[in-house]
């Protein structure tokens, strides 16, 4: 007895809407979820289910007909409350195998739910085509700001060719290398708002590979250099001479990487690797490695890195520029070429990014031995990357390898600073805050005397703050000997 009250009161009191109907068509059962939806009474007993169902049974005369199939299949109904207003219900009209012609029929209200779904696609839809409106505004107006810039950069570079007058030669430069920034920037944007529209087209075309490397390399090597770092470029010998691919874009990805390992780095190296790790038919994939020994990124920021407008730090954003846009770009490019694009580091100690792309091999090449690296070629680098990373004593405060990089760093600073040139002089006092990370504090108060006298523009506490680190320097050589 009890299990039947408990099937009962089940059948009243789920949330579905429950008719059981007999063989005339009468309802002979509704639970109260059907009775509040409907907004019948308890004449709902009694009613015909073509009322209920107008465009799915009809009376008949032997009850009532219908093309429905009463099996276990979910169909979607109009049901009509009793005021003839109705609502979309999905059901299920069961024949009850225990007794003959009667009929269940459970039905769930989804009008609230379709409502929603539909206000849900239509909300994603308006704000796809307001982003793709924004992009194609950001699109359209960075496009007519390059033609002005580029007309006052074109300007601008002629009237240095003839200007001999010393101070508004220095002004000339300082327009040229706003504008230089100004249209690397618009550039970006540009590039980016296209890859946001999916207006970006990838133009594959034959070119020399280690020629490429040699002008990217080219664009790289003087300010490296000149910040006193050493700069390494290696091709292994199984990548291909002539590869089909989009060269401006790999030269993109390429001096995003390296400008961004330059402007991080202050001591120590920059290097370029290029692997092929693998042949299929007649595409290869390349891999790509631009390894630093910078200032390096926090774990928890490197995830954010190939967000857009993303920067790890904003006090070191102010100072080295950028709008947080290039290693978007340069993500979305490496996808379009079918690779992907990572980064290892450690704070302090250097970061190495890498990507990989597929490329398309000319006849020519395809004579050569087709083998596949597969992934141990990349992983035994990433671990030689790691090693190095790793060794912590690279740069040790004391060390003779250490010391003689301080003097190095030391004499290049003063050199700037009787120059006046205090962008420069900053750069190297920051090389010589990362040497002495771990010096004894009196060093680096010594140093951090340094970098405030040179921020301040301050020649005289500039030059006495180095005699104050010389002297210390020169201190611990006599210790090491
Ligand atoms: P931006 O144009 O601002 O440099 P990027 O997308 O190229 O934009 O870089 C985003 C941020 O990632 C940089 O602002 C910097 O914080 C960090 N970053 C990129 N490369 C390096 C690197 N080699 N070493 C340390 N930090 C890096």
Redesign the pocket.
Known sequence: MIQEDLFWFSMEEALEMILVFAENGRIIFANTAAKQQLEYGDELRGTHIGEIFPNTFHNAEEGFETSLGFDLTLQELMAYRKNRTCFAVRAKVIADPKNRGQYMCLAEDISQKEFLEKSLIQVKQESEDALKVKSEFVANVTHELRTPVNGILGNTRELLEYETDERKLRNLQLIEHGCRDMHNIIN?ILDFSKLEAGKFLLEPQKFHFRSMIDYVKGNHQNKIIEKGLEFFVTISPTVPEFVIADELRIVQILN??L???S???SVGRIALEVVKTAQVQNRAELFFF?I?S????DKA?QDK??KSF????AS??RK???????????KQLVELMGGQIG?Q?QKGK??T?SFSIWVELPEEELGHVTENVSQTVVESMLQSVQNNADDGNAWEYGTEENISELEKKLSKLVLSVEMENWEKAEMFVDGIKQLTENAPKEVKNAVLKMKMAIQKENYEKATAAFEVFQTMLHESTDTIK
Do not use: Y
């Not at 910078?294 to 990124?297: A, T, Y």
């Not at 080295?320 to 340069?330: C, K």
């Open positions: 970006n995003n990487l400008s961004n390992a402007k991080f780095t631009v630093d910078g200032i390096g990124i920021d890195l190939f993303s920067q790890v730090d070191i954003s080295f520029g950028g709008t947080g846009l290039g290693l978007n770009i340069s980064v580091s250097g970061s990014f």
